[in-house]
């Protein structure tokens, strides 16, 4: 696709369900981030993945949150027992290379509602 | 820890200048700045990278300045397609790579 790529856009559960959420990211991009936008909140690092390396987890809030990435392509995130705290806008973003001149080029994001 | 961004809010008129900072307590290799409209992606507007280089584009430039920690983003003669939330991340000196850690943004509105 043209671009970076994140379903459901929006995600209504209930407190105490697992969600998952999914971003394709564009063709070729080797690094993969997740961050999290609470309503007028600035953005939140959560994990990020580069290649084949270990991806670098230490923004996860709680163990409630993993993500994989699966042939370097498609990533997924997913937020176990959910919480009310958990709502927000997922932003999946991906670069060419996670080196400091790389721009980020953003999906769309996940808006899940946690009732 | 989180960049600090000032001011929080800012409205101008068309043709009105602006500037918007970006403060960080650590030390810096990067700075990215991106505008997000209401309900749509963050979209990139330009990097900073480590050597107190100015850049532009269009009517939009910035400065760096890694002693300082800090960076500036310069709006001159806004125009209406300005308006959004501009949030500054910063990515450090040592590891992380782009990993970039974003301020809480600054809400700009262009008006008539």
């Known amino acids: 696709g043209a671009g970076v790529s994140q379903s459901p856009s929006n995600k209504v559960t209930e407190k105490g369900k697992d969600v998952e959420l999914r971003c394709d990211p564009i063709?070729?991009?080797?690094?993969l981030y997740w961050y999290r936008q609470s309503l007028g909140q600035g953005l939140e690092f959560l994990i990020y993945?580069?290649?084949?390396?270990?991806?670098?987890k230490s923004g996860l809030p709680s163990d409630r949150f993993s993500a994989e990435r699966t042939g370097g392509s498609v990533s997924t995130l997913t937020i176990q027992r959910t919480q009310q705290e958990d709502s927000a806008v997922y932003l999946c973003?991906?670069?060419?290379?996670?080196?400091?001149?790389?721009?980020?080029?953003f999906g769309s994001g996940t808006q899940l509602s946690v009732l | 820890q989180q960049p600090v961004q000032s001011p929080q809010a800012v409205i101008l008129r068309e043709g009105e200048d602006a500037v918007i900072n970006c403060s960080s307590s650590k030390a810096l290799y990067s700075v990215h700045w991106y505008r997000q409209k209401h309900g749509e992606a963050p979209v990139f507007l330009m990097i900073l990278l480590k050597g107190g280089e100015q850049k532009g584009h269009d009517k939009i430039s910035a400065s760096f300045n890694e002693k300082k920690q800090q960076s500036s983003l310069y709006l001159t003669a806004s125009q209406l397609s300005y308006s959004g939330t501009y949030f500054c991340g910063t990515g450090p000196i040592t590891g992380g790579g782009n990993k970039l850690t974003f301020g809480t943004g600054t809400q700009l509105k262009v008006e008539l």
């Open positions: 993945f580069q290649g084949n390396s270990a991806p670098d």
């Open positions: 973003a991906s670069s060419v290379r996670s080196s400091h001149n790389e721009k980020l080029f």
């Open positions: 063709s070729g991009h080797t690094a």
